[in-house]
């Protein structure tokens, strides 16, 4: 096969799903989390937040969320500037946040209670998603009744529930035993095929980030700001194993460790 | 079953320190029972038992009810907040029992004056566990609350109460117990009536069989009322508890 021709002008790329424009972040108290970030997120791919300990990626994942106001910037979601957290959004926390007084069930179906969704609705929904997460079964446990992987899945589940476009995802996987985390990760591969979600990813994991990310954001030490954007070529229909041992693969983590050292003690 | 142990433990030293005898005036378990029994067979503790409740049940609906809106309103607004913590503080410290003869002048020796010595006991300890307890919602539930749309509204009834329902119950227990001091304080200060005068009367009389069963009767209701408020809490608030205990 004969090289493609390139059209020598590009048709006009997508509108991406999330954009940052000009983000900076102060703390009442001076701390000065984040300066001027701009960043695109396109639709239906998984971008990898990657970044030191601290630099201010819980902090931008918030205020992409509409948790918390920007010193200065904006944020667009679809094209619509955010003010507040929005239906087209969904959250997944590193701590997970259920209710430890609510069945998994009632934790799955939590974001749709409080949309107003009529409880036998909102429980078929629910039961689906919990299928979905593989948790069968444990309809009626309680969080305290399930292990922490099993937690996250219950988190992940109350998120897909509400059925967002965009799914942001602060350390889902890093409060979870190795194992556990690494069947997430070829989950989350499979999610993102089926789900023509955009995914927003934050991790401090540099071999997580390039498995489960088509582009890796990588974050300068605080006050941080976007030092390199980083798109692994990676085919993601390869087995789990493949894809590990794969050169693109391997030279991604090694290209992403060399700009990250700098950052290091 | 540990439970039971410790009991039959207390309850075997009771007796023995009763025979051997620690004190004259004191008792062993088997003859406060004979004496419990007795006084239960006349109609005595029965009646008096009704007395000694109605002033404490009532102040310490009263008490619950307003402590804990005014502890719950404290740790929502910042306002509520300076505007009571402090009052609450002091009273909290205050040896509240001086108050009594306050009471008695202002409302007299009637069911009233009684019903306040409970509240002013129980009081202070609701409201600011309540306080406390909403201060203390992780906050990160109440996060995941709005960025899944909840309104405020939906954030209190749904995420910040329940979890603050354990310690908000902490304080009513700690209340119910400073409740019962209240009301029998109030039964040896103000006017003899009820489990109070069953005290002062056969502790004059050297009774001291009676006079402890009398004791060990506000004792045992006093952990009867507890254990209906573990039960209240779990059905109420938190299913996930029921059946742990
Ligand atoms: N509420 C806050 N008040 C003041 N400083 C904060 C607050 N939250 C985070 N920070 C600071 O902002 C920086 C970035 O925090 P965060 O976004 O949580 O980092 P990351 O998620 O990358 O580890 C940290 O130095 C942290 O101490
Ligand atoms: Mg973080």
Redesign the interface.
């Known amino acids: 096969m004969t090289a493609a021709i390139l059209p020598l002008a590009p048709a006009p790329a997508p509108e991406p799903m999330v954009s940052v424009r000009g983000i900076t972040k102060t703390y009442p108290g001076g701390v000065e989390a984040l300066s001027g970030i701009d960043l695109d997120f396109p639709r239906g791919e998984l971008t990898a937040l990657l970044g030191p300990s601290g630099c201010g990626k819980t902090t931008l994942l918030?205020i992409i969320?509409?948790?918390l106001p920007a010193t200065k910037g904006e944020v667009l979601v679809d094209g619509r500037k955010v003010s507040g957290?929005?239906?087209e959004?969904?959250?997944v926390?590193q701590?997970f946040?259920l209710?430890?007084?609510a069945t998994v069930l009632r934790n799955v179906a939590?974001?749709l209670?409080?949309?107003g969704v009529a409880r036998s609705e909102r429980e078929a929904i629910a039961e689906r998603h919990v299928a979905e997460v593989g948790l069968k079964g444990f309809e009626k446990r309680?969080?305290?009744e399930l292990s922490g992987g099993m937690r996250q899945r219950v988190g992940l589940a109350?998120a897909l529930a509400?059925n967002a476009e965009v799914l942001l995802m602060d350390e889902p996987f890093s409060a979870v035993d190795e194992q556990t985390r690494r069947k997430f990760q070829e989950d989350l591969l499979s999610l993102v095929a089926n789900q023509r979600k955009t995914f927003l990813f934050v991790t401090h994991s540099i071999e997580e980030a390039v498995y489960v990310a088509s582009r890796v954001v990588l974050l300068s030490r605080r006050p941080s700001r976007v030092s390199q954007v980083i798109a692994p070529d990676i085919a993601r229909d390869m087995a789990p194993d493949r894809i590990r041992r794969h050169p693109a693969y391997l030279d991604a983590v090694e290209s992403i460790w060399q700009g990250l050292k700098q950052y290091v003690d | 079953m540990m439970r039971l142990a410790s009991v039959a433990l207390v309850l075997g030293a009771w007796e023995w320190a009763g025979r051997k005898p620690v004190s004259p005036a004191f008792p062993a378990f088997s003859e406060t029972m004979a004496a419990a029994w007795a006084m239960l067979l006349d109609g005595s503790l029965p009646a008096a038992v009704g007395i000694t409740l109605a002033p404490l049940v009532l102040g310490i609906a009263i008490s619950a009810l307003l402590g804990i809106a005014a502890g719950v309103a404290m740790g929502l607004s910042s306002k509520a907040e300076w505007l009571g913590v402090p009052v609450f503080i002091v009273l909290q410290a205050a040896p509240l029992a001086a108050l009594i003869p306050l009471l008695v002048l202002a409302y007299g020796v009637g069911l009233t004056s009684k019903v306040m010595t409970v509240c002013i006991m129980a009081v202070p300890v609701i409201v600011l566990n309540s306080f406390k307890a909403i201060r203390h919602t992780?906050v990160?539930?109440v996060?995941?609350?709005?960025?899944?749309?909840?309104?405020r509204r939906?954030l209190i009834a749904?995420?910040i109460l329940?979890a603050a329902s354990p310690i908000i119950f902490a304080g009513l227990r700690l209340g119910l117990a400073a409740g019962f001091i209240g009301a029998v304080l109030a039964e040896l200060l103000i006017s003899p009536t009820g489990i109070g005068d069953l005290i002062t009367y056969n502790q004059s009389i050297a009774d001291y069989p009676k006079m402890f069963a009398a004791i060990a009767t506000v004792i045992l209701l006093s952990v009867l009322f507890i254990g209906a408020l573990d039960r209240v809490e779990a059905t109420l608030?938190?299913?996930?508890k029921r059946g742990t205990r």
């Open positions: 918030k969320a509409g948790l957290p929005g239906p959004r969904a959250f926390f701590d946040a209710l430890p007084w939590f974001g209670e409080l949309r309680y969080p305290h109350r509400v | 992780p990160s539930m996060e995941m609350g709005r960025a899944f749309l909840g309104s939906q749904k995420i329940p608030f938190r299913p996930e």
